[in-house]
């Protein structure tokens, strides 16, 4: 079942990559302080603490995050996907309050939404729900990419940051590879991702639905690195990746996302007004 092969990938292979990334580049981020690996952790942990700390500080209205905070996600994004070199330029561009008060916009949609949905809600959710969700995720990037050099991919990835507060709601970061391997090889080989609001929101988001209905003690976040993780292992394996082993046997099916194995547990339908 594909969701076994995602869940040991974000467990056992997801850091490994990152690992072998870092040693293949001296290349320093955050004022030259830190490493790829140190920079990812600093994202995946202190950072999330940080921004927590700061919602909490808020008595849990919103939260926020600072300029060179913003210019180090960026680093992050282009050293693990796609390198833009005029995305730094436009994100540096940004002045530091406008990074704050925007982020403090776009975070608050999401955190009083999410404050009202009840810990079963992938279980149980309607479609209807699952709109209202969507429509919460497109308010808050239509928000987020009011700062320049911020599209749909990086406003997700800054939605992301507040797991630590919401784990189970928070969205997942649009990265090339995770919708390669959930969209794309499944649905249209040999297309390009276009990144767009409408591939993330209603082509992504619904595959990750499924997924959750199935595992429900999962979170985006996970599903997200593990589908990353194999489709970039799956691609350099033999490449820039061949130091990093395998976590699978040579006999499993792992590559290939199969959404008819997913678990189809049917949500409640939305029930028809009397006449």
């Not at 990074?99 to 999401?110: N, Q, R, Y």
């Not at 390669?180 to 767009?196: A, F, Q, R």
């Not at 429900?216 to 599903?223: D, I, K, R, S, V």
């Not at 040579?250 to 029930?271: A, G, L, Q």
Request: charged fraction near 30%; aromatic fraction near 12%.
């Amino acid at each position: 079942m594909s969701l076994k092969y995602i869940t040991k990938a974000n467990n056992e292979l997801f850091k490994p990559i990152i690992r072998e990334l870092s040693d293949q580049t001296s290349k320093k981020f955050d004022n030259n302080s830190k490493t790829f690996q140190q920079l990812n952790q600093w994202k995946d942990d202190e950072l999330l603490e940080i921004i927590a700390g700061r919602y909490l500080s808020s008595n849990k209205d919103t939260t926020y995050i600072t300029k060179s905070e913003l210019i180090n996600l960026m680093d992050w994004k282009l050293s693990i996907g796609t390198f833009r070199p005029s995305l730094p330029k436009l994100i540096k561009s940004n002045n530091e309050e406008s990074v704050i008060e925007v982020t403090k916009a776009g975070f608050k949609i999401l955190l009083n939404y999410f404050k009202d949905l009840s810990s079963g809600f992938w279980i149980s959710a309607a479609d209807e729900k699952l709109d209202e969700y969507k429509k919460h995720i497109r308010q808050a990037m239509k928000e987020l990419c009011k700062l320049k050099g911020v599209g749909p991919a990086t406003s997700s990835l800054l939605m992301n940051c507040l797991y630590e507060i919401q784990p189970k709601f928070t969205p997942p970061f649009f990265s090339d590879e995770s919708f390669m391997y959930y969209v794309l090889d499944p649905t249209k080989p040999g297309e390009k991702i276009k990144y767009s609001v409408k591939e993330y929101v209603e082509e992504l988001l619904p595959v990750y639905f499924k997924l959750l209905r199935s595992y429900p003690e999962g979170a985006f976040t996970e599903l997200e690195r593990g589908g990353w993780a194999i489709k970039y292992y799956s691609l350099f394996n033999d490449d820039k990746l061949i130091n990093v082993k395998s976590p699978f046997d040579e006999n499993e099916e792992w590559k290939t996302f199969k959404d008819d194995e997913v678990e189809s547990s049917e949500p409640p339908k939305k029930k028809k007004r009397s006449t």
